[in-house]
Protein backbone atom coordinates (compact mmCIF):
# COMPACT_ATOMS: atom_id res chain seq x y z
CA UNK A 1 0.00 0.00 0.00
CA UNK A 2 1.13 3.66 -0.70
CA UNK A 3 -0.04 6.48 1.22
CA UNK A 4 -0.09 10.52 0.60
CA UNK A 5 0.06 12.44 3.71
CA UNK A 6 -0.85 16.46 3.45
CA UNK A 7 0.24 18.89 5.92
CA UNK A 8 0.44 23.09 6.16
CA UNK A 9 -3.22 24.42 4.62
CA UNK A 10 -4.86 26.89 7.14
CA UNK A 11 -6.49 30.24 7.29
CA UNK A 12 -4.78 33.20 6.03
CA UNK A 13 -5.00 36.82 4.59
CA UNK A 14 -5.31 37.54 0.56
CA UNK A 15 -1.81 38.29 -0.21
CA UNK A 16 -0.28 36.40 2.80
CA UNK A 17 1.45 33.05 2.02
CA UNK A 18 1.06 29.15 3.14
CA UNK A 19 3.26 26.08 2.21
CA UNK A 20 1.74 22.47 1.38
CA UNK A 21 3.69 19.69 1.90
CA UNK A 22 3.08 15.78 0.87
CA UNK A 23 5.12 13.14 1.66
CA UNK A 24 4.45 9.60 0.22
CA UNK A 25 5.01 6.22 1.86
CA UNK A 26 4.69 2.78 1.92
CA UNK A 27 6.08 -0.03 -0.89
CA UNK A 28 7.15 2.38 -3.38
CA UNK A 29 9.34 1.01 -5.95
CA UNK A 30 9.66 4.15 -7.92
CA UNK A 31 7.40 7.70 -8.22
CA UNK A 32 6.80 9.24 -11.54
CA UNK A 33 4.84 12.71 -11.21
CA UNK A 34 3.72 14.48 -8.36
CA UNK A 35 1.54 17.17 -7.80
CA UNK A 36 -0.95 19.11 -6.08
CA UNK A 37 -4.96 19.64 -7.47
CA UNK A 38 -7.91 21.38 -5.48
CA UNK A 39 -11.54 21.21 -5.99
CA UNK A 40 -13.82 24.76 -4.69
CA UNK A 41 -16.90 24.28 -3.65
CA UNK A 42 -19.30 23.29 -6.14
CA UNK A 43 -16.18 23.27 -8.43
CA UNK A 44 -14.64 20.21 -10.12
CA UNK A 45 -11.22 19.57 -9.12
CA UNK A 46 -8.41 21.36 -11.19
CA UNK A 47 -4.75 20.59 -11.39
CA UNK A 48 -2.54 23.30 -9.79
CA UNK A 49 1.15 22.16 -10.31
CA UNK A 50 2.43 19.09 -11.36
CA UNK A 51 6.57 17.97 -11.28
CA UNK A 52 7.94 14.51 -13.03
CA UNK A 53 10.99 12.89 -12.11
CA UNK A 54 12.10 13.69 -15.94
CA UNK A 55 12.00 17.63 -14.79
CA UNK A 56 8.59 18.74 -16.31
CA UNK A 57 6.52 21.38 -14.61
CA UNK A 58 3.43 22.30 -15.14
CA UNK A 59 1.24 24.67 -13.33
CA UNK A 60 -2.45 26.51 -13.76
CA UNK A 61 -2.61 29.32 -15.64
CA UNK A 62 -4.00 31.16 -12.56
CA UNK A 63 -1.58 30.34 -10.61
CA UNK A 64 1.49 30.50 -12.90
CA UNK A 65 4.28 33.74 -10.88
CA UNK A 66 2.48 32.99 -7.48
CA UNK A 67 2.60 29.17 -6.58
CA UNK A 68 6.06 26.85 -6.92
CA UNK A 69 6.11 23.13 -6.75
CA UNK A 70 9.35 21.51 -5.31
CA UNK A 71 9.70 17.70 -5.02
CA UNK A 72 12.34 15.85 -3.08
CA UNK A 73 12.87 12.18 -4.73
CA UNK A 74 15.16 11.16 -2.21
CA UNK A 75 12.67 11.87 -0.35
CA UNK A 76 9.63 10.91 -1.98
CA UNK A 77 7.59 14.66 -0.79
CA UNK A 78 6.44 17.49 -3.01
CA UNK A 79 5.74 21.06 -1.46
CA UNK A 80 3.72 23.53 -2.85
CA UNK A 81 5.02 27.07 -2.13
CA UNK A 82 1.56 29.55 -2.08
CA UNK A 83 2.56 33.61 -1.86
CA UNK A 84 0.42 36.42 -3.08
CA UNK A 85 -2.91 33.89 -2.11
CA UNK A 86 -6.16 35.42 -3.38
CA UNK A 87 -9.97 34.41 -2.29
CA UNK A 88 -10.14 32.36 -5.18
CA UNK A 89 -7.33 29.71 -4.11
CA UNK A 90 -9.51 28.95 -1.44
CA UNK A 91 -10.33 24.74 -1.78
CA UNK A 92 -8.80 21.78 -0.36
CA UNK A 93 -5.97 21.07 -1.99
CA UNK A 94 -5.22 17.22 -2.80
CA UNK A 95 -1.64 16.09 -3.07
CA UNK A 96 -1.20 13.09 -6.02
CA UNK A 97 1.66 10.59 -7.19
CA UNK A 98 2.12 8.54 -9.88
CA UNK A 99 3.60 5.14 -8.10
CA UNK A 100 5.12 2.15 -9.47
CA UNK A 101 3.83 -0.03 -6.95
CA UNK A 102 3.28 -4.21 -7.49
CA UNK A 103 4.64 -3.87 -11.38
CA UNK A 104 1.83 -1.34 -12.08
CA UNK A 105 1.72 2.48 -11.92
CA UNK A 106 -0.70 3.85 -9.84
CA UNK A 107 -2.48 6.68 -8.73
CA UNK A 108 -2.53 7.61 -5.66
CA UNK A 109 -4.18 10.50 -3.75
CA UNK A 110 -4.67 12.46 -0.40
CA UNK A 111 -6.91 13.40 2.00
CA UNK A 112 -7.09 16.63 1.00
CA UNK A 113 -6.14 19.85 3.32
CA UNK A 114 -8.45 22.75 3.30
CA UNK A 115 -7.01 26.09 2.30
CA UNK A 116 -9.04 29.70 2.92
CA UNK A 117 -7.94 32.62 2.00
CA UNK A 118 -10.20 35.47 3.30
CA UNK A 119 -9.94 38.72 1.77
Known amino acids: QVQLVESGGGLVQAGGSLRLSCAAS????????MGWYRQAPGKQRELVAV???????NYADSVKGRFTIVKDGAKNTVDLRMNSLKPEDTAVYYC?????????????WGQGTQVTVSS
Open 51 to 57: TTSGGTT
Open 96 to 108: TAEVLYDAAWRDY
Open 26 to 33: GKIFRINA
